[in-house]
């Protein structure tokens, strides 16, 4: 299978590693297409609208709509016969529909909606596993101009309640197995009129409660798509903090010029490659380089339902000879621990490309995918509010073991002190980037304050990273530089499991830190302080584990729970987490004036 690379590629990948540099021929060679000395005057003298002329189609009135971009003007260009989606359902039955089927079906879906009141503007959350009916949601939203809200299939009620309350939701797309969820909830979220099942049928279900195979049967099969302004909103997903309630980061359709240009840079999308992005689409790397970008650039895009399972796992890799495959560290290590035979018994060599996102990627896994596929693993680093890649180890660069790799053209970063002056390499600081890149978030929901809070320091964007750059442009994650845990990839606000944990009536007080794990990079141990009159027991250990995996998501919940009779608090009464962390992982406990007697 011969590749033409979107960017440039070297025939060699340098990965280093402390002082040694080791020089390791690749099977898969991709043809160069520029110099290499090209790449780094453009941070500075990119320009978007320039590199997009023929790749994001606008209206007339330069207007746009991304669902016309992800599927629409496929169905003229080639690739209306294409496949663009391979479903997998828990029994790894595979089925296919093309582009062709995705017009229709989400022509179906947004006239169904529309049906139901739905318009611009109008927060619809997507509360589904990964099956077809998310994509199929997603972007009969997008054509609507209606505000997609995707809801992690794991989160519990009471991380559902926050968000859905905070953003006024108007509707709930979600299915039988994941709609018990929402009873507890739905009377206390007075905005919401509407909640579409699928696999539902009307008659059990309750007033103001729809079967979805039931209002799509009858449905035109054609739109007429809302014209959008590059600045209306397009999604908005909830981001942990330290304190206070998740914060709804909101994404307009301008978006769509960093998700289609960094799939295409970073994935190296072509059309003959099979693309396996992991993510799901509850979380932003599941949206964009699940949906948004992949399709917007006419690729053949797996969606995978089940769960994590090595074997499955490396069968959908064989079966379908996945080329492009985008995961996690979490996940990387955890085939890692499979050993080497597991692997073996699975003919990979279709595979071409692979990436990582989510968290740092440790130098051993990079290793391993060296000695198992024969192919280095590429890192890339960026957030929920960034909404699209930042930084990367593209496949036209020298891998360093570690490293987030290089700003990407069009995006500066750099590494500042607390008042923003930047730092020499090698310095450590913080992560902060130039703002003005389209996908950058737009706006926090229904909170300019915060919002603002971002840019206050000499109009940075302060990412919450610390990290360090290299001599060479490269940049290496340190860790954030709050409170916020990242545990398989998804950042938890410490101060939603402290809440959840306050709900158990044996619990008066709660404090959570991340601890290091190999496997999950953070887990979680919450640090609690009993009623008067409840001691610790088995007993009373496990009620509160019981309940607390019930409030929230599996990877939300602590997994170590320590009593105590006193957590460390400063005069105002605020818990001490940075004390917490030191004294669990035995490191300076630095100034403790403002410690409560």
């Known amino acids: 299978m011969s590749k033409k690379s979107n960017i440039l590629n070297p025939q060699i990948i340098n990965i280093e590693t402390g002082l040694e540099t080791h020089k390791l021929d690749t099977i898969k060679k991709f043809p160069v297409k520029a110099n290499l000395a090209n790449y780094q005057p453009l941070y500075d003298t990119f320009n978007y609208d320039k590199s997009l002329s023929d790749e994001i189609i606008y209206y007339a009135d330069g207007s746009l709509n991304v669902a016309y971009n992800a599927i629409d003007r496929h169905l003229v260009n080639g690739r209306k016969n294409k496949v663009a989606i391979y479903a997998i359902d828990n029994s790894l039955a595979v089925k296919k529909y093309t582009y062709n089927d995705l017009f229709i079906l989400s022509n179906q879906a947004a006239n169904a909606l529309v049906k139901l009141g739905v318009k611009k503007g109008d927060r619809v959350f997507i509360f589904l596993p990964r099956i ?55 009377k206390n979220l007075p905005d919401l009129e509407s909640i579409v099942v699928v696999g539902g049928k009307t008659a059990e279900l309750d007033k103001n409660e729809y079967a979805y195979a039931e209002i799509i049967s009858n449905q035109p099969k054609t739109f007429n798509n809302c014209h959008l302004k590059p600045e209306d909103p397009l999604y908005m997903l909830y981001t942990s903090g330290t304190t206070g309630k998740p914060k709804g980061v909101v994404h307009v359709q301008n978006d769509l010029k960093c998700q289609h ?54 069968k959908v890799l064989e079966d379908l000879q996945v080329t492009v495959w985008y995961t996690s560290p979490t996940a990387l290590r955890m085939l890692m621990k499979e050993g080497f035979n597991l692997v073996k018994e699975y003919n990979l060599n279709a595979l071409r490309h692979i990436l990582s996102v989510g968290e740092p990627l440790n130098p051993e896994v990079i290793r391993w995918g ?76 229904r909170d300019v304050e915060r919002y603002d809070e971002y840019f206050k320091i000499k109009n940075w964007y302060f990412t919450g990273d610390n990290a360090w750059k290299d001599t060479d442009g490269y940049f290496w994650f340190i860790g954030r530089s709050d409170d916020v845990i990242n545990t398989s990839g998804h950042r938890v606000g410490p101060f939603e499991v402290e809440s959840a944990l306050l709900e158990h009536e044996y619990i008066v007080e709660a404090g959570v830190i991340g601890i290091p794990d190999e496997e999950r990079g953070e887990i979680i141990k919450a640090f609690i302080v009993l009623k008067d009159g409840i001691s610790e027991s088995e007993e009373v250990l496990k009620d ?25 608090k400063t005069r105002s009464g605020k818990i001490m987490r940075r004390l917490l962390k030191a004294q669990e992982l035995g490191l300076p406990q630095g100034d403790l004036t403002g410690l409560d007697d």
């Open 261 to 314: 240009m960094t799939t295409k840079w970073v994935l190296d999308l072509q059309e003959d490659d099979i693309y396996w992005c992991t993510a799901d689409p509850g979380w932003v790397t599941g949206m964009v380089y699940g949906i948004y970008g992949p399709l917007s650039n006419g690729a053949s895009v797996v969606c995978f339902e089940p769960g994590f399972n090595a074997k499955a796992w490396f």
């Open 132 to 186: 077809i009916e998310t994509y199929v949601i997603t972007l009969a939203l997008a054509r609507i101009g209606a505000i997609a809200g995707p809801l992690f299939s794991a989160f519990g009620p009471d991380a559902l309640k926050d968000r859905l309350l905070d953003s006024g939701a108007k509707v709930i797309v979600t299915d039988t197995n994941l709609k018990p969820r929402l009873e507890s909830i739905k």
């Open 544 to 568: 509160i584990k019981d309940f607390i995996k019930k409030q929230l998501a599996f990877h939300a919940y602590p997994r170590l729970i320590e009593v105590r009779d006193k957590l460390p």
């Open 370 to 445: 060296m000695e198992v596929f024969n192919l280095p693993i590429h890192d890339n680093w960026w957030q929920t509010e960034t909404g699209s890649q930042m930084i990367s180890n593209l496949p036209c660069l020298p891998i360093k073991l570690g490293s987030m790799g290089k700003p990407l053209p069009g995006i500066y970063a750099a590494i500042v002190d607390d008042e923003g002056n930047e730092l020499e390499p090698g310095q450590i600081g913080k992560l902060v980037l130039k703002p003005g890149w389209p996908s950058m978030f737009n706006s926090l929901w």
